[in-house]
């Protein structure tokens, strides 16, 4: 599988990152739940985690072949089956994590492609939303309203001729609010734009924030959603 | 887009929250002899009978219905520390007692798996009960606390299906009052399902132009 | 009144639970089309009247004006709902690549109109694409998993089934002891579920 794309700076921090919590005993499977859990609870969908995924995925082949052989040379059927279900929870978190993504793309594809969102997707994930996804949905769109409808409110993206901007087009809420926890004390943290509410984050407490004011908490990792 | 339904508030689903429980650490006592196993999610083992060794409570599950060991019941489950944590629930109104994140699902499948191995399983039954039904008063009565100027509500020590059964309410709640604070609700009110101002306010004199 | 119709369209959606769909309305869709059409007409003849009495579009702020912005604010409403009506069901037709599968039942498929079909179609395509590139079936492992193999009971008649390196002949009521990727796709077909003691 191809890497996904994503700024040189970024992928290194996150490189770096990833090997750190290696280095603290945290496993593939550990962040890939995380990644798992983040991408279900936030709104928007997150940077595409190419290197965890490729890992996963080989990590998977791996024990794929090392299953197969072990049925092949009669190892205990205990031990089979207890390789069978460690696969069988990587691999479920591993598609569900797809899954989700491809949810999100799909619900609002038109507004990811057109913001920098688009970078997050992986490749594989890009060519779905563009030349299949909104491609698939234009049409059908275009052919079962817009192209009934009088000249000047045609747009799939305008409510009509006179709007400045795109206004039809569905994006996500990032006014919601999310269940979340940090790892570590973030500290005294500035919820609103005024800077009227601040919130002191204590390690592993429990909060219910809105999902914009802690966004740049989620993309950093320094904080999880439940 | 008018009408959009509400994105999915429901995060996840029970068997999800069952499925995270299920990484939680158990201590076994096997009575077989197996080798190490080296899995993705971990390093279990070398395991010998009667000899204790700590693996994720799956794996736990899986050799105790193949009838390969006993499972420890985690020390919080014990009848006296359930009883210190129920009568704490109880005094404090507004506190939640630590308990593990994960402790309704842990409790259910140990229930469910290894009853024999739970020592007092009655009344660590009921125990847990009781709490659970403590607890979930004080979320309710919890709920009716959030107001409009409510930017950030703290859950210390709530547990995961806590969270997923106050999580469509809360979220919603909060929400609907973050939108009637705003200042743009004075200026400009909003359309059905819209989650920005519509062009409906805006430009109609500009629409009425010759084509 | 101007854009009833239109939210009865919307009204229907949000009656409907979630994931579940209802016929397409085409009778009250089309007739939202046509009130469409109606109202341009009438906020073109007022622009005309506007222009033939010799006032500034722009500045104008006498009773055809403001019928005209009625007329197209109305437009813009029934246009909202359409397509709401449409991108949501949508939606819902799209989930059903997942839930049931590349092929639809016939009483779902009754529920849809010709576009809706091709799109489904397309987008089951698009799906199968994306997971030809991956080399991975998305469409298993819906839920998580549990031990690997479940006792399933078989709901229908199925017959002789290939499954890895053997077939079994997977008669109604029958039980069997299957690998779970195995029996997910019959059991979100409706012909298997899984055995509970």
């Known amino acids: ?203 592993d407490d429990l909060y219910v924030l809105r999902y914009k004011s802690i966004r740049g908490l989620v993309e950093s990792g320094r904080i999880d959603l439940v | 887009m008018a009408g959009q339904s509400n994105p999915d508030l429901s995060v996840f689903s029970a068997p999800e929250v069952e499925f995270l429980a299920e990484d939680e650490m158990v201590e076994i006592v ?67 007692q630590p308990l593990p994140f994960h402790y309704v699902e842990i409790s259910r499948l140990l229930f469910d798996h290894a009853h024999d191995d739970i020592p007092d399983l009655y009344m660590v039954r009921s125990l847990i009960e009781d709490i659970r039904d403590v607890r979930f008063h004080k979320v309710e009565t919890g709920l009716e606390t959030i107001s409009g100027r409510t930017h950030a509500v703290k859950l210390k020590n709530l547990s995961a299906m806590e969270v997923n059964i106050v999580r469509p309410f809360m979220v919603r709640a909060l929400q609907a009052f973050y939108r009637h604070d705003s200042p743009q609700m004075i200026q400009q009110p909003r359309t059905m399902g819209g989650s920005r101002p519509q062009a409906v306010d805006r430009g109609p004199r500009r629409d009425l132009r010759p084509r | 009144m101007y854009g009833r119709r239109a939210s009865q369209l919307l009204r229907e959606l949000a009656c409907s639970e979630t994931g579940q769909l209802t016929a397409f309305n085409s009778d009250a869709f089309d007739q939202v089309i046509k009130e469409c059409n109606e109202h341009n007409l009438q906020l073109q003849s007022l622009i005309r009247k506007i222009e033939d009495e010799n006032l500034d579009i722009q500045t104008t702020r006498n009773e055809d004006h403001f019928g005209a912005v009625i007329h197209h604010l109305s437009l813009i409403r029934n246009k909202r709902c359409l397509m709401a009506y449409m991108y949501n069901r949508a939606e819902t037709i799209q989930s059903l690549r997942w839930k049931v599968g590349p092929v639809l039942p016939q009483e779902i498929q009754e529920k849809l109109n010709y576009s809706e079909e091709e799109c489904f179609k397309n987008h089951s395509a698009a799906i199968q694409s994306y997971m030809s590139e991956l080399d991975l079936d998305l469409t298993v492992d819906m839920v998580p998993p549990k031990d690997p193999y479940i006792r399933v009971r078989v709901l229908d008649d199925i017959g002789e089934v290939c499954l890895g390196d053997h077939s079994i002949s997977l008669t109604k009521h029958s039980l069997h002891f299957l690998r779970r990727t195995d029996a997910e796709p019959f059991i979100s077909q409706g012909m298997m579920e899984e055995f509970l003691e």
């Not at chain 1, 996804?133 to 079962?144: A, G, N, P, R, V």
């Open chain 1, 1 to 203: 599988m191809a890497s996904g794309s994503g700024s040189g700076s970024e992928r290194w921090s996150e490189d770096l990152e990833t090997e750190v919590a290696m280095a603290m005993g945290t496993t593939d499977v550990e962040l890939l739940k995380r990644a798992w859990r983040n991408e279900k609870a936030a709104p928007e969908i997150l940077q595409f985690e190419a290197a965890l995924v490729l890992r996963a995925r080989e990590q998977i082949q791996l024990l794929e072949e090392t299953v197969e052989e072990f049925t092949e040379n009669g190892v205990d059927d205990l031990v089979v089956s207890l390789y069978q279900m460690d696969l069988d929870r990587s691999l479920f978190l591993l598609r569900s994590y797809l899954r989700i993504r491809l949810q999100k793309i799909e619900k609002y594809m038109i507004h990811i492609s057109k913001t920098n969102l688009w970078n997050r997707l992986s490749e594989q994930e890009q060519r779905f939303a563009k030349s299949r996804c909104t491609d698939i949905m234009e049409k059908h769109l275009e052919q079962s309203v817009l192209s009934r409808l009088p000249y000047g409110y045609q747009s799939i993206l305008k409510q009509s001729i006179s709007s400045e901007e795109d206004d039809m087009v569905p994006e996500p809420q990032l006014d919601t609010f999310v269940f979340c926890k940090t790892k570590h004390a973030v500290g005294a943290f500035q919820l609103d734009d005024t800077g009227d509410e601040i919130v002191d984050l204590v390690a």
């Open chain 2, 30 to 96: 096997p009575n077989i002899r197996m080798e190490a196993l080296n899995m993705i999610c971990g390093d279990f083992g070398p395991f010998f009978p009667q000899i204790a060794s700590k693996v994720p409570l799956w794996l736990a599950v899986a050799l105790k219905k193949r009838g390969k060991c006993t499972i420890r019941t985690p020390e919080w489950m014990s009848v006296e520390r359930l009883t210190q944590v129920l009568e704490a629930e109880r005094e404090s109104s507004r506190e939640f």
